[in-house]
Structures are given as C-alpha cells and as structure tokens.
C-alpha cells in the first residue's frame, strides 16, 4: 500500500502527508492544515464517501471545510486558498454539506484543475493497507462523533468554541 500524498489526507485514523509539501509551508499555514485532516475526520468524510468518485469527494469535502478553518481565523496555504476562493466558487452557498459540493464538481472542474492535484481522504485501512470493513467504518465513524461532542462540550465550557465550529456541533 503506497501512499504519497501531493500535500496531506486523512483515512480516519491516521493523517499522512508529503515532507516536501510540508517544509514548504509556514506554521501557521501547518496548523491549517492539521485542522483542515482533523475535520476531514470530524465530519466523517471517511465514512460518507461511499461510491461517489474519490477525487471530486475530496473537492466536495474541501469546500465544505476549508472555509470553516479560514472563518476561524486559520491560515490556509496558497493552494487551498485558490481552491476555496476560487471566483467561480464565491458565488456558491456557503455552509453546504461535502455531499452538496459534491454535486457541484463537474461545473467546477471545467473552470479550475488545482483541485483534482489535492489529497484530502483516502479509504480507512487497517496497518497493513487492507480496507476496512463498512463496520469497522461505522465504528470508526461513532468514536470521532463521540470525540468531537466531548471536545465540543469542553470548548463551550470554557467559551473556547469558535462560531465556525458550533455548526458541526449542533
């Protein structure tokens, strides 16, 4: 199982990424981007794929996250940022489900090609790169709604929980 990312993914329970892509960025663009994975997991992007095509998911999943990082005062690296702001992409509704941008892809591809270079989620697999079972998946899917709500109830009771993140909560 070889897995080299063009920037970072996520299966759900590891996040990979490309040292070179990596090195690249500054600090506060890394952070983005391990906040940008870690939602990936949080909103079960891993488990919500199912048949639809990899790569116009993972366009999906970005514009439904990206713009949660940047509202909550997140930097985004240069080629997120083209993707997320992309002039056709602002006059799409903001706030839609991974599935809703989804639909959306076959327009934008015609107009952009950056995205289809972008990692983002990959298919959850055990250490030796078998797939996981749909099961496993939905119990993989379980733990991180179960780890978000806690983490969310810590956040509000310490007034921590940026606007941005309350959506995914409620």
Known sequence: WDLNPPTACTDGRRMFYNPKYVVEQSRQEILG??????LHCAFQHFARRQAREPRRWNFGCDCAILQIVKEAGFD??????????????????????AEFY?????????????????????????????????????????????????AAQLAKG???????LQDLVE
């Open 158 to 164: 310490r007034g921590k929980l940026p606007g941005a």
């Open 33 to 38: 981007l391990i906040i940008e994975e870690t």
């Open 102 to 150: 989804y639909t959306m892809a076959p327009e934008a591809a015609k107009a952009m090609t950056v995205w289809v270079d972008r990692s983002g989620v990959v298919d959850a697999r055990d250490e030796f790169g078998k797939p996981l079972s749909q099961e496993e998946i939905e119990t993989m899917a379980k733990d991180w709604e179960l780890a978000v709500n806690v």
């Open 76 to 97: 985004l690296s240069q080629d997120a940022l083209l993707i997320n702001f992309h002039p056709m992409l602002q006059k799409w509704p903001l706030k839609k489900s």
